[in-house]
Structure formats: C-alpha cells, structure tokens
C-alpha cells in the first residue's frame, strides 16, 4: 500500500520526468486551506511530507477537503520540488512536497483527544490513556526507534562476542533485589504462589554452572516497590553473565559495548571511564552514582567543629554515625534570601533540619567579612580554617549539612546536583564512571545487617575477616554511572558453596531459609560451579538518556503511572469469584492500618 514511508522522501526523489508516482499511506497530521489548495501534512513513523490538492482534480481535492486530522489515508502523487522561497529548512522533507493525484480515506477519525502538531501540553494520565494516539508523536516515535536501534545494537554487539541470548523464567520463585515481589497464586498448588522475577540472577547463575559461559537477555523485571522518584514496576534489563572472567574484563567488555553504542547512535565519544571507589563517591558526592558534570565537591570539616559551642555542628562532628560537611558554591554569595530558603526547603526532603550557609564577602576580614547567621559561632581560628579548607574565595557561599552521615550525604548530594542544574554548571555534556569497592553490607535500622547489591556478591576478603567485621568488608562489585544515573551494576558472585553459607549466616537467614529459598543454587554450587559474574544494565534508563528524556516513562510503549496502574487497560482489575474460587483465594475485608 506505500512506495515510499512519507518522512523518508528528499529532493532525490524528485520525479525527473513529472509523472512517476509515489504512493504513500498515513494519518493527516495537518490540514490547510490556502485560498483554493488544500495542503495535507501526512504522516507515518517515519515522518511528515506535505501534500497538495488542486481543485482542477475535483475528485482527490474534494475528498482532500473532507479530511480531518487523524484520518488515515492513501495518496498517489508526484515529487516536486517546492516553489523557491515555500523550502521548510526545519523538516527532513522540506525541500520537497507531492502533488496529491489521487486520494483514498481508508478510516476516519474522531477528533484526537489531544492534538499531535502542536507543542500543546498535555496531562501525563490524558496521554497515557490515548497512548496509541500519544505514540504517534513523531517524537515519541523517534524514541522508540532509538530504543529498537538500542537493543539491536546491543544483541549485535554481545553475539559478536560469543554470549548466547538464553530465555529464563517469569513464572519463579523470589530472587532477592531488596524490592517486594509480585505473587502470582496457583491455581494448581493451593496456597502456593510463583514470584515474578525481580531480576533473572539466579538463573543465569544457573546457567554458568550449566556451562553456558556468556549469556545474555534482554529480560522484563518486576519489582513491587513504592514508586518513588523515576521507577516502573515491570521494566527492562540488558542481562548478562560470564564464566571466567575478572571484574576488570567484564568491565572492559561492557564498557567497550556502551562506547561503542553511543559512538555508532550518537556519534559521542565518551571516551575511558574512570574508576572511583565507593568511599570516595560518598565523600565527595554523597551519592554512590555521582554525576560529575557538576564540578562542586563536600568537604568533611567534622573535625573543625568538634569543640565548637553551636551543638548542630559539633554534636553530629562527635557522633561516629554523623558527618558535619561543607558545599562551596564559588561566585554563589549573589544568591537571594528567597533562593537560600528555597534550597532549605528543598534539603529538608532529605530529612536536612536545616540549611547553614556562610556568604564569603571578604575572606580578609574574618570578623565582618562573612556574612551568615551562624557564623558567631564559630571562633575566628576555625573561620580561618575552614576558608582554608575550602580554598575559598570572595563571594563564594559555603552550604553546611550536619547531621546522621546518612542525612548528610543525601541532602548534600542532592543539593550539589539541584545548584549544578539551576546554575548551569555543567563542565561537559557526558561524564561516565565506574563505582567500585562497594561494601557487602550496610547496616539496618532494626540494627541487622542487608546486602548492598544482592546476596550472592562475592567479597573481596576472606570469610573469617567478613565474620569478624561485616560491615568493613568490601564486596567485587561494580556500578557503571552515567550524568548520575545508574546505569547497570553487577558483580563477581561467589562460587564457593560454603562462602554463599557464611553469607547467607550473616544475613541471619538460617539453615531451614537457606534450604527453602536457595537450597536449589546451594546444591548447583556443589557440582563444579566456575567462577562467574556479571551485571545488568538497565535499558529504559539508557534509552531515557540517550533521547534526552524526561522520565523513563517516556521510553517505554505502555508504561504504568506513578501508582503502578494502567490508565488505558484499567490495569490491576478485579476478578470474577469464579476465578478466585479456583485459585482458592478468599478476599478479606477491607481492613485499616490499626486492625
Ligand atoms: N541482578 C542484578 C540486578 O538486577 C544485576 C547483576 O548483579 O547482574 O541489579
């Protein structure tokens, strides 16, 4: 039904001789009437092409006429060029335009419940309910091409390199991600439940043990989580996992591959990625995906502020737990009262109480020329110190965050990257690293001990010194970061049966747990499991920063709202009792939090 996609046609394809047609099929993204022309903009995935109508063909200009935005329709016609001056530099066809011979309306279409050729905004949930019409957008269109282009790429790139794309399970049992599980109830084995997959970790585990030595999924993932910030409860990981390979080759590999991508996409360089250890990230940026486009940096200056009398600053400078640090923001002492509360405000969603800052007017004169409600505080030779820690300068501002280190670190970190944006201090357009050295574990509020990435992480110790300090212990983990973005992280697991024991021993998961839950990879680990490891890029969220994206939500066809439903399928629904009745699933009341 199409020779040609309309958003493809140039000036080569100008009929030479005036006669040989082009037949295009699309949606009427525009209609004009220009005293006695009627002009069609039409469009399809690829792009719009402008068509004309002249009213000496009455048949094509009539029906041409009755077209409505969204009507799908064919055209035969001829390639002109456009009448010089009437040339559109700003679309890929503008040079061109067809001369609409005949024209067939193959459906019509209510009127769109939003327009597609205007900049018009429109509600998120209006979009997401007409999404077949929202993804007409040529640049939602565009996303999505980006995103097979990805994905190919990708299979390409990994099947060159000898992985094998191996499919695994949806229909399982939890794999701990530190997220709730989606349950699916069977209707087979009553009272038991499958687990949606949080990720394919213990299967492709599996597989290594199996000998399969390079895998690789382009695999769905679910996660029941509370949808902070810029999540999707079922969203997409590039899987990977290898046998005998060292974190440095499975980091070289897959660095190579990201290079590689935006080299041939993009056409960036992203050049050699540099490698921080995870302390490091957090003292500097508070942020284990520190986005280092932002030149500011904390400082600790805990050790400043032990003896000083102002208890913000010097009970958290003597708690082991807390952390006192400085932001210098340099050239920032023009910033506004009202800018300065705002950013108050905007610490206090990291739980901050507070934000102490000192406006640096004159360094020289430590008595009058630092302006700050606190600075009275502090006693002179620790104003001097602190100006010399910072190597700070006149009119620069100087943020405090005192508090838990984790408080500290969070809103810090947050701050630097909010004052990064809203003062345009972006040094460069893209700024990749490698975290590494990751802990094991970090401490729980209940006082127990959780794993940082997931519990089948080798250490990068002994057993007996992780027994003796678990908190100490480093792990062989790797993050790759992105403009602070997460983009994927793995590890090297732990191959050795009784090591994933004495993990599973500090994680308090007993013998019986163990058994029940992982009894399967405990045994596999028996019979000659490699040496293995790998990581899992997150897809959606590569593709969200390779199209400049707002949210993954724009990167993925259908996604679900911030409240993990579907507007457009009325996903999650009810059931009929019939079907509850076979899955022997009686619903409770409704009952309230304090029941
Ligand atoms: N399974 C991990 C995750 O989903 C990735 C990995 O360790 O390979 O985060």
Redesign the pocket.
């Known amino acids: 039904m199409r020779s040609h996609y309309c958003g493809e046609l140039r000036a080569s394809d100008i009929s030479a001789d005036g006669r040989q047609q082009v037949i295009l099929s699309g949606w009427v993204h525009r209609r004009r009437d220009h005293g006695g022309v009627i002009f069609l903009d039409l469009r399809d995935r690829e792009g719009i092409v402008q068509v004309v109508f002249d009213p000496d063909r009455e048949q094509s200009f009539t029906l041409a006429d009755a077209c409505r935005n969204e009507f799908v329709v064919q055209v035969h016609g001829i390639v002109r060029a456009r009448p010089a001056g009437t040339e559109n530099a700003d679309m890929p066809t503008g040079e061109v335009e067809v001369l609409g011979q005949e024209l067939v309306i193959l459906n019509k279409s209510d009127t769109p419940p939003f327009q597609l050729d205007e900049h018009q905004s429109v509600g998120e949930d209006v979009r997401l309910k007409y999404r077949y019409v929202d993804l007409r957008r040529p640049d939602m269109a565009q996303k999505l091409k980006l995103r097979s282009k990805v994905s190919t790429f990708i299979r390409n790139f990994l099947d060159q390199n000898g992985f094998l794309d191996i499919e695994t399970p949806i229909l399982t049992r939890a794999?701990p991600?530190g997220a709730r599980d989606y349950l699916v109830p069977s209707r087979t084995h009553e009272g038991h439940f499958f687990a949606l997959p949080?990720?394919?970790?213990l299967f492709?585990q599996l597989l290594m043990v199996a000998g399969m030595d390079r895998y690789y999924q382009i695999a769905k993932?679910f996660r029941d989580e509370d949808l902070r910030a810029d999540r999707q409860p079922e969203f997409t990981?590039i899987?990977?996992?290898t046998s005998f390979m060292d974190e440095d080759q499975i980091m070289g590999l897959t660095e190579q591959m990201v290079v590689e991508l935006f080299r041939n996409q993009l056409d960036i360089d992203l050049g050699e990625f540099p490698r921080m250890p995870y302390a490091e990230a957090m003292e500097k940026y508070g942020s284990d995906k520190p986005d280092l486009r932002i030149p500011l940096q904390l400082v600790t200056v805990g050790e400043l502020m032990q003896d000083v009398e102002f208890k913000v600053f010097s009970g958290p400078a003597k708690d082991p737990n807390g952390r006192v640090a400085a932001l210098k923001v340099p050239g920032g002492n023009s910033m506004t009262r009202k800018q300065i509360d705002d950013y108050t405000k905007f610490v206090g969603i990291y739980g901050a109480r507070g934000l102490a800052y000192i406006k640096v007017n004159n360094k020289a004169d430590l008595e009058e020329g630092l302006q700050s409600p606190i600075v009275k505080f502090l006693p002179l030779e620790v104003r001097a110190q602190l100006l010399e820690r910072l190597q700070a300068e006149d009119g620069d501002l100087i943020f405090f965050g005192a508090d838990s280190e984790k408080i500290v670190n969070e809103a810090l970190g947050a701050l630097r990257c909010k004052i990064g944006e809203d003062l345009e201090l972006m040094t460069c357009a893209w700024a990749p690293l490698w975290v590494v050295d990751f802990p094991m574990f970090e401490a729980t509020s209940d006082g127990g001990i959780t794993a940082i990435?997931?519990p089948?992480?080798a250490p990068s110790c002994s057993p007996e010194e992780l027994a003796a300090a678990p908190l100490q212990g480093l792990s062989r983990?790797y993050d790759m970061v992105l403009n602070g973005t997460e983009l994927?992280?793995?590890?090297i697991?732990i191959h050795d049966q009784s090591m994933q024991a004495k993990v599973f021993d500090l994680l308090q998961i007993d013998a019986d747990e163990q058994q029940e839950k992982f009894g399967f990879l405990l045994d596999a680990l028996k019979f000659g499991c490699p040496p293995h490891?790998?990581?899992?890029f997150g897809l959606d969220r590569l593709v969200m920063l390779m199209t400049d994206s707002s949210s993954i939500r724009e990167v993925i066809a259908f996604p679900k709202t911030q409240s993990a439903s579907c507007v457009m399928t009325q996903a999650p629904g009810v059931v009929a009792n019939k079907q509850l009745r076979e899955l022997n699933i009686k619903l409770r009341e409704k009952v309230t939090d304090s029941q």
């Open positions: 794999t991600e949080q990720s394919p970790q492709k993932c990981q899987d990977i996992e990435h997931h089948f992480t983990a994927g992280g793995g590890s697991r490891g790998g990581l899992a």
